[in-house]
């Protein structure tokens, strides 16, 4: 059975900088696209970066130059670093597993439970 267990978030001010990781179990996922979205209460889920196999990566305009997505994939497991943290970067982010890189929620195969990033002011 596949899992996605994210871990690292947590309560952070606002220019602080915080590492999630997403570790998958139960199969690897070398060759699948490897991303992180993020839902704000009351909003939908929305993309926030995806690594693809052979390491390329796209960020959304909101957190491109601040957030970094890696991935090891020795240790199946996915990486989100984010600086500069804004409050407006709350959310519970999930880590996703798709077939290709895609930007949209429907496409992904496989969700983690997802954790929360509280940014204060």
């Known amino acids: 059975q596949v899992q996605l267990v994210e871990s690292g978030g947590g309560l952070v001010q606002a220019g602080g900088s915080v590492r999630l990781s997403c570790a998958a179990s139960g199969r690897t996922f070398s060759l699948y696209a490897r991303s992180w979205f993020r839902q704000a209460p009351g909003k939908e889920r929305e993309f926030v970066a995806v690594?693809?196999?052979?390491?390329?990566?796209y960020y959304a305009d909101s957190v491109k130059g601040r957030f970094t997505i890696s991935r090891d994939n020795a240790k199946n497991t996915v990486y989100l670093q984010m600086s500069s943290l804004k409050p407006e970067d709350t959310a519970v982010y999930y880590c996703?597993?798709?077939?290709?890189?895609?930007?949209?929620?429907?496409?992904?195969?496989?969700w983690g439970q997802g954790t929360q990033v509280t940014v204060s002011p």
């Open positions: 996703a597993v798709s077939h290709v890189d895609t930007r949209t929620p429907s496409d992904v195969n496989y």
């Open positions: 690594i693809n196999w052979s390491g390329r990566s």
